[in-house]
């Protein structure tokens, strides 16, 4: 993911300073299930599970609210998505 990507994304003035929903996938917690990774909401915060586990929290997020961009939630990771013009970042 290039610095250069970073100007294809048409929402950073989505990105807002969040306090996390938890130090898990908020959903699976409350399932009782698992998770692969985590992604953090830049919008407002929730913490859900990566498309690499099997209940796509995260992604299930973005689609009933709208908010474009998501942080990895893992440690040593340092990048960003957004789902609507489909671009990575750091």
């Known amino acids: 993911m ?3 990507s970073e100007t294809k994304c048409t929402h950073l003035n989505q990105i807002h300073e969040v306090v996390p929903s938890g130090e898990g996938c908020l959903e699976c917690l409350q399932m009782g299930d698992t998770w692969v990774h985590l992604r953090l909401c830049l919008t ?3 913490v859900g ?3 690499n586990s099997k209940n796509k929290h995260a992604t299930k997020h973005f689609q009933s609210t709208d908010h474009p961009i998501i942080k990895s ?3 040593g990771e340092d990048w960003m998505w957004c789902y609507v013009d489909k671009v990575g970042f750091k």
């Open 2 to 4: 290039s610095e250069n």
């Open 49 to 51: 599970c990566c498309d």
């Open 44 to 46: 407002c915060g929730h």
């Open 73 to 75: 939630f893992e440690p």
